[in-house]
Structure formats: structure tokens, C-alpha cells
């Protein structure tokens, strides 16, 4: 975990403007677009692993308030230059707050990273309050995603500093990990879906021409898209 901390530290600059500017917006507008349909709108939002605070500010937009908490002290900064929400460092997977004290729960591109990814959605039911919704994003397994963990390694030895790009551990989901670990936790109306075909990292030609096959692949072939997303409630 001290790993992944210390590597966001250290690039929650390029993070920050990876994923705001040009193409990076326009990747991650999709992935908020698609995490945000599953929770209320203006309700009291907690965000694991809120990194630099796009997603606070995105739901902020709803009228809601939000809580955000993060290892990286670095990409906490940032959040709280973004957003005037509350942020602190904490693990995702040992919750500092209270059995049902929000609405909702929300997690972008933070869950690979879960050493105990049940503990997380153990305790994300616990602090819901009934009726509560989580929503998530993170990678998916594919046939492309597969040589992802091998190849960061092999960047991690040549020093290769970009985001993202290290030996952590990282886990790609399945539809049926993910479905079964919502479900485990206690979780009902649980949908997965895989989202996300034009990559943040694909040259401005490759892009475009993703971007716009994009809704097939979502539709057709799923299993070719890089992020999966899931959903669920916790009972009334
Ligand atoms: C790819 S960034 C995503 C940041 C943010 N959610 C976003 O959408 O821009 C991954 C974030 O997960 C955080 N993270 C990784 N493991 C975590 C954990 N166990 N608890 C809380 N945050 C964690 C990292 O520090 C990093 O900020």
C-alpha cells in the first residue's frame, strides 16, 4: 500500500492533468458518466480512493455534498485545492466512519489496487444506510489487459516514470469476481458492465478512431473494452 501511496505522490501533477485536459477529459467524463447513472443525484457521496478530486467535483455539479479519502497524500492536495469537500487519508478497505452514514459510494480506477477488495465492500455496506447505492469503476481482464501486470513490471525495472506504471500488485476483474464479490458483501441489484474502448493513452489518430467505435464495442463486444463498472444497493 506505502507503494502505491508513494507512487501517486509522486505523479498526482501528470495524473491531475492527464486526465482533465483534451482527450484524458473526455476518457474520464465517459467513465464518470457511467458510475454516476447508478447513484442519486445531490445525495451525501462517499468517494474511495478520491485521488485528485475529479469525480468529487463532478458529483458536487448534482447538488450533493462529498466526502473524499485517499492513501496519497500528494493526490489529496490537489483534491482539496479542486473541491471545498473534506478529504482525508485513509484505506479504502478500513472505513473511519460511522454504520450508515451516507447515501452513496463511489470509487474511479481505486479497487485494482485492493489488497482485500472484500474488506472495502464489507465496510462500504456498513457505513450505507439502507437503500444505499455504491457504484465503481476499474480495470477489466481482457485479451489486452492480460500483458498490462507484466509489462509495468518490466517498466518498474527500467525506471519508466509515468502513471500508473509500476509492480503493485494490480487485479484486472471479471464480470462473475466482480458480481460475486458485491454479492458476498450483501449487495442486491448488482449489474456489471464493461465500459471504455478508447483508451487515455492511445495517440490522437488511434484515439478518435476508438472513440468512435467505442458504443459498438460497449454494445457488441464488450469483453474488448479496457474498464469494467459495477453496481449495487444495500437492502431497505
Ligand atoms: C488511478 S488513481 C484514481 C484517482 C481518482 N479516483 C480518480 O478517479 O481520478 C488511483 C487512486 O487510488 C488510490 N488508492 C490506491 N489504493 C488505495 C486504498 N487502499 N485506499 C484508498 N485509496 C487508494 C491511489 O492513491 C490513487 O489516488
Redesign the pocket.
Known sequence: ?TK??TH?DQVADV?DNQ?DQRQGRIYYGHICTNVSKNLPKGAKLLD?????G??MRNYLKTGGEVIG????SG?LKKAKLRNDSEVAV????KLPFRDESFDCISS???FS??QNPDYMLEDAFRVLKPGGAISLCTLGRNIFTAIVPAAYKIGEKLKVSRV?CGSFGEHYYSEDELYGLFSDAGFVDVSVERRSFAHVDLKPPLYSITKKIEPIVEDKFPYLAFNICASGKKPE
Not at 474511495?48 to 485528485?52: A, F, N, P, Q
Not at 485513509?90 to 478497505?93: D, F, K, S, V, Y
Open positions: 500500500m502505491v501511496a501517486y495524473y486526465y474511495l480512493g478520491c485521488g485528485t475529479l469525480f479519502i485517499d492513501i496519497s493526490m485513509g484505506n479504502a478497505e474511479i480506477l481505486a489496487y485492493l500508473g
